[in-house]
C-alpha cells in the first residue's frame, strides 16, 4: 500500500493495527480516500503472509532464533 497509507493506518488505529487488519479490515475503509479496492489488496496481502507469520511464530515457540 506504500508508506502514504502505511502511515495514515498506524495514526488511525495505533498499535491495534494488526487487530483490526485480522479481525475487522472493514474500518480501514473510515481512513479519507483508502477504498475497497486497497481494503482488497490489504487483504489479500494479509492473507498471503498469514502462513509466514504463523511459521515465524511456531519457530519462536520451539525456541528457533531467525538468522539475521
Not at 6 to 26: D, H, L, S, T, Y
Not at 38 to 57: C, F, N
Amino acid at each position: 500500500i506504500g508508506p502514504h497509507f502505511a502511515k495514515k493506518i498506524v495514526a488511525k488505529f495505533g498499535m491495534r493495527v494488526f487487530e483490526v487488519i485480522e479481525q475487522n479490515p472493514r474500518e480501514l475503509l473510515k481512513i479519507p480516500q483508502f477504498g475497497k479496492q486497497r481494503l482488497q489488496m490489504v487483504m489479500d496481502s494479509w492473507e498471503e503472509q498469514k502462513m509466514a507469520r504463523e511459521a515465524v511464530l511456531f519457530l519462536q515457540e520451539q525456541g528457533v532464533g531467525l538468522a539475521k
